[in-house]
């Protein structure tokens, strides 16, 4: 999937995550968690990749649920099995 771009004033590039026909509503706390999830699960398999996953998850997902994740992952309290 390609991520969306557009072009904005002078030679700045804002890149969002690619629609995806899984989360077609607006609320996107799934289409977030799931991003998340794909990053982590690419990075643990060793992928090479993982990038366009950790975009993805960054245009979407709130900065404090990242922020909790993140910590609940260093914690080993995280829910996700990645």
């Known amino acids: 999937m390609p991520i ?3 072009k904005c004033e002078g030679d ?9 026909p899984r989360f077609p509503v607006c609320n996107q706390a799934k289409h977030c968690y799931t991003r998340y999830n794909e990053y982590h699960k690419c990075m643990a398999e060793g992928g ?11 245009s979407i997902c709130p900065t404090e649920w990242v922020t909790k994740w993140n910590e609940q992952r260093d ?4 829910a996700g099995k990645y």
């Not at 700045?12 to 995806?20: G, M, N, R």
């Not at 090479?48 to 960054?58: F, G, L, M, N, Q």
């Open 48 to 58: 090479e990749d993982c990038e366009k996953y950790a975009k993805a998850y960054r």
């Open 75 to 78: 914690e080993g309290t995280y």
């Open 4 to 6: 969306q771009t557009a």
């Open 12 to 20: 700045i590039e804002v890149k969002t995550a690619p629609f995806d």
